[in-house]
């Protein structure tokens, strides 16, 4: 038996370090950093819980119970509703107003944690660069992990989380921080659309992303909202410092211990950002509720507060009635908000409509409206199960309300400032068409654009060694922002030549014996004379003639085979081309060739080769 082997090209083995997955250390250290975040403000809440338990002269439970109450605070900051068991009616009462202070602890260490995940690695040798999808799921999948431990270790203790609350606020808070903080940390970047999101609606949202209308509705709208926020602080202070007495007698009469005071004293404080959102709140007419049947707003207050808890914050409230000019000036907080979103919403340009400002301004109103809505749906919730089921500002009231009042406020607002802006100056039209030349704020322009081309025309271009520098405008006779003398009278050319103003720099008109070429003109000296001749000119001015060219303000240094002279300058054109020859020089602009003399442009404005010819015009 004859066994054949046939054999072939054999294929590329795959290296074992290709096959198996290396794992990441960089993506461990950012899981590792999430569960520190996490373990961070853990940390932070049951050091302080267990130091007021061991100040306090009565604790009713031991060390696990303050552990099992940090954790369920630690939920709480995170928008999770608790849920309070031992309560006199024996029925479980939630817990769900969500200190907005305390909302601040994990927010900056989830996203402190994710900037940190970002910054590693350089790229250079074995240090590997994590995309920024890995180190946002990297630091998510850690600080969710220790949440869940979280949560289930505060389920044993007095006031465990609801698990369905706290299902979704944690992961909520979380994915919000670390995308954040992921974003930022790469430079705030507009990143390319996912895959399933249609071309025509990426490059919509692209476009209108990129107009400066959605940028100022943003700017103006956040104002808005600051001033509002603003005035609830003002309200707030001023009824605690109207309700004084009631105020200090709730404090007192709470605790007796200093360890108690503290602790209500450290929740007040964290309570203080909600007390400026239900002021806002106050403000814009709308108002809170108090309970089941009590609301509380400028026109007065209604239903009874008999059911609210002994607090300091609850006993700066109005008392129960119709309201008075004092609550009624609460109403002046919306007013100066909805004129700080017109205010805003006015771009400084000229060339901007009234309807386009108008657009703008409506806008921002309901970006405001949003944030509004936003911050007071964070800053209420249930405090019982029956009387208390309703506490705090209603989200969509509120938003409503900064909406009305921003829009009918703003707009009017808008477009006045929009008008004052772009007024005319008085007296412009009669100076502009008296002369000009000495149009306001023209000759301040036109000498600072002078000055920047100044600085190239000092270096010749050529580069030769005999180049001669211009003559300085100062030099000629002419102040700062003057024109100086006339390159010529009309008619001095000769028949067929081209006043200034009607060429363009560096173009020739058919039939034209002359042409206006822009400034600064290399010229060939063959012969170097060391006293050029001049010719008189009308006017009183010199004019150099160097190889039958007449220059305007050139000095000629003995010895120079070039002359760089400043312009525009007016050459003749033998036959007078419709198309002159282009000659291509170093940058990639194309120089005009008149006569066989090349003519450097110099570039008045960055990225502009040229400029019109501005001259004199008598004045009649």
Same mark, same amino acid.
């Given at each position: 038996?004859t066994?054949?082997?046939?054999?072939?090209?054999?294929?590329?083995?795959?290296?074992?370090?290709?096959?198996?997955?290396?794992?990441?250390?960089?993506?461990?250290?950012?899981?590792?950093?999430?569960?520190?975040?996490?373990?961070?403000?853990?940390?932070?809440?049951?050091?302080?819980?267990?130091?007021?338990?061991?100040?306090?002269?009565y604790?009713?439970?031991?060390?696990?119970?303050?552990?099992?109450?940090?954790?369920?605070?630690?939920?709480?900051?995170?928008?999770?509703?608790?849920?309070?068991?031992?309560?006199?009616?024996?029925?479980?009462?939630?817990?769900?107003?969500?200190?907005?202070?305390?909302?601040?602890?994990?927010?900056?260490l989830?996203?402190?944690?994710?900037?940190?995940?970002?910054?590693q690695g350089?790229?250079?040798?074995?240090?590997?660069?994590?995309?920024?999808?890995?180190?946002?799921?990297?630091?998510?999948?850690?600080?969710?992990?220790?949440?869940?431990?979280?949560?289930?270790?505060?389920?044993?203790?007095?006031m465990?989380?609801?698990?369905?609350?706290?299902?979704?606020h944690?992961?909520?808070?979380?994915?919000?921080?670390?995308?954040g903080?992921?974003?930022?940390?790469?430079?705030?970047?507009?990143?390319?659309?996912?895959?399933?999101?249609?071309?025509?609606?990426a490059?919509?949202?692209?476009?209108?992303?990129?107009?400066?209308?959605?940028?100022?509705?943003l700017?103006?709208?956040?104002?808005?909202?600051l001033?509002?926020l603003?005035?609830?602080?003002?309200?707030?202070?001023?009824?605690?410092?109207?309700?004084?007495?009631?105020?200090?007698?709730?404090?007192?009469?709470?605790?007796?211990?200093w360890?108690?005071?503290?602790?209500?004293?450290?929740?007040?404080?964290?309570?203080?950002?909600?007390?400026?959102v239900?002021?806002?709140?106050?403000?814009?007419?709308?108002?809170?509720?108090?309970?089941?049947?009590?609301?509380?707003?400028?026109?007065?207050?209604?239903?009874?507060?008999?059911?609210?808890?002994?607090?300091?914050?609850?006993?700066a409230?109005?008392?129960?009635?119709?309201?008075?000019?004092?609550?009624?000036?609460?109403?002046?907080?919306?007013v100066?908000a909805?004129?700080?979103?017109?205010?805003?919403?006015?771009?400084?340009?000229?060339?901007?409509?009234?309807?386009?400002?108008?657009w703008?301004?409506?806008?921002?109103?309901v970006?405001?409206?949003?944030l509004?809505?936003?911050?007071?749906?964070?800053?209420?919730?249930?405090?019982g199960?029956?009387?208390l089921?309703?506490?705090?500002?209603?989200?969509?009231?509120v938003?409503?309300?900064?909406?009305?009042?921003?829009?009918?406020?703003?707009?009017?607002?808008?477009?006045?400032?929009?008008?004052?802006?772009?007024?005319?100056?008085?007296?412009?039209?009669?100076?502009?068409?008296?002369?000009?030349?000495?149009?306001?704020?023209?000759?301040?322009?036109?000498?600072?654009?002078?000055?920047?081309?100044?600085?190239?025309?000092?270096?010749?271009?050529?580069?030769?060694?005999?180049?001669?520098?211009?003559?300085?405008?100062?030099?000629?006779g002419?102040?700062?922002?003057?024109?100086?003398p006339?390159?010529?009278?009309?008619?001095?050319?000769?028949?067929?030549?081209?006043?200034?103003?009607?060429?363009?720099p560096?173009a020739?008109?058919? +039939?034209?014996? !002359? &042409?206006? #070429? $822009?400034?600064? =003109?290399?010229?060939?000296i %063959?012969?170097?004379?060391? @006293?050029? *001749? /001049?010719?008189?000119?009308?006017g009183g001015?010199?004019?150099?003639?160097?190889?039958?060219?007449?220059?305007?303000?050139?000095?000629?240094?003995? +010895?120079?085979? !070039? &002359?760089? #002279? $400043?312009?525009? =300058?007016?050459?003749?054109? %033998?036959?007078?081309p419709? @198309?002159? *020859? /282009?000659?291509?020089?170093?940058?990639?602009?194309?120089?005009?060739?008149?006569?066989?003399?090349?003519?450097?442009?110099a570039?008045?404005?960055? +990225?502009?080769?040229? &400029?019109? #010819?501005?001259?004199?015009?008598p004045?009649?």
């Amino acid at each position: 038996m004859t066994q054949v082997t046939e054999r072939g090209t054999s294929l590329p083995t795959v290296p074992p370090a290709a096959v198996r997955r290396r794992r990441s250390p960089a993506a461990a250290a950012c899981v590792f950093g999430g569960a520190v975040a996490a373990g961070l403000g853990l940390g932070f809440l049951a050091v302080l819980v267990i130091v007021l338990w061991i100040s306090s002269p009565y604790p009713d439970s031991g060390p696990g119970g303050a552990l099992h109450l940090a954790a369920g605070l630690w939920l709480l900051a995170h928008g999770t509703e608790l849920v309070r068991y031992e309560t006199l009616s024996g029925v479980p009462s939630p817990v769900g107003v969500t200190p907005l202070l305390l909302v601040a602890l994990p927010v900056l260490l989830v996203r402190r944690a994710a900037r940190l995940g970002s910054a590693q690695g350089d790229g250079q040798g074995d240090d590997e660069v994590l995309p920024a999808g890995v180190v946002f799921s990297a630091v998510t999948c850690g600080y969710l992990g220790v949440g869940a431990l979280a949560t289930v270790y505060a389920s044993g203790g007095p006031m465990p989380a609801d698990p369905l609350s706290a299902a979704w606020h944690v992961p909520l808070v979380a994915v919000l921080a670390a995308a954040g903080g992921v974003w930022a940390a790469r430079g705030r970047p507009l990143g390319e659309f996912p895959g399933w999101v249609p071309a025509r609606l990426a490059g919509g949202v692209r476009r209108a992303i990129a107009r400066p209308r959605y940028e100022l509705a943003l700017r103006s709208g956040a104002a808005g909202a600051l001033v509002l926020l603003g005035g609830g602080v003002l309200l707030v202070g001023a009824s605690l410092v109207w309700h004084g007495a009631e105020v200090r007698g709730s404090f007192l009469g709470l605790t007796g211990v200093w360890s108690g005071r503290f602790a209500v004293l450290l929740l007040a404080v964290t309570l203080v950002p909600n007390a400026m959102v239900w002021g806002a709140a106050y403000g814009l007419g709308p108002g809170f509720a108090l309970g089941a049947g009590a609301t509380v707003t400028p026109l007065g207050s209604v239903g009874s507060h008999a059911a609210l808890p002994r607090f300091p914050l609850l006993e700066a409230m109005p008392g129960v009635g119709p309201g008075t000019p004092l609550t009624w000036a609460a109403l002046a907080v919306p007013v100066v908000a909805g004129l700080a979103v017109g205010w805003f919403a006015v771009r400084r340009a000229r060339e901007v409509s009234y309807g386009e400002t108008a657009w703008t301004a409506a806008l921002g109103a309901v970006v405001c409206g949003v944030l509004m809505a936003g911050l007071t749906a964070v800053s209420a919730g249930p405090l019982g199960s029956r009387e208390l089921v309703r506490f705090g500002p209603v989200w969509w009231q509120v938003g409503g309300a900064a909406v009305v009042w921003a829009a009918v406020l703003a707009v009017p607002v808008a477009v006045a400032v929009h008008g004052w802006r772009v007024r005319p100056v008085r007296g412009a039209r009669a100076v502009h068409v008296a002369d000009e030349w000495h149009d306001s704020g023209v000759r301040e322009l036109r000498w600072a654009v002078l000055k920047e081309a100044a600085v190239p025309m000092v270096a010749s271009p050529t580069g030769g060694a005999g180049a001669v520098e211009p003559v300085a405008a100062e030099s000629l006779g002419a102040e700062p922002g003057e024109a100086g003398p006339p390159l010529a009278e009309p008619g001095v050319g000769g028949p067929g030549a081209v006043e200034p103003d009607a060429v363009e720099p560096g173009a020739v008109a058919d +039939g034209a014996s !002359q &042409a206006v #070429v $822009p400034g600064p =003109v290399v010229l060939p000296i %063959p012969d170097a004379p060391s @006293e050029p *001749p /001049v010719a008189a000119v009308p006017g009183g001015s010199g004019v150099s003639v160097v190889s039958g060219v007449p220059v305007v303000a050139a000095e000629l240094v003995p +010895g120079a085979s !070039q &002359a760089v #002279v $400043p312009g525009p =300058v007016v050459l003749p054109v %033998p036959d007078a081309p419709s @198309e002159p *020859p /282009v000659a291509a020089v170093p940058g990639g602009s194309g120089v005009p060739v008149v006569s066989g003399v090349p003519v450097v442009a110099a570039e008045l404005v960055p +990225g502009v080769s040229g &400029a019109r #010819v501005l001259s004199r015009r008598p004045t009649a």
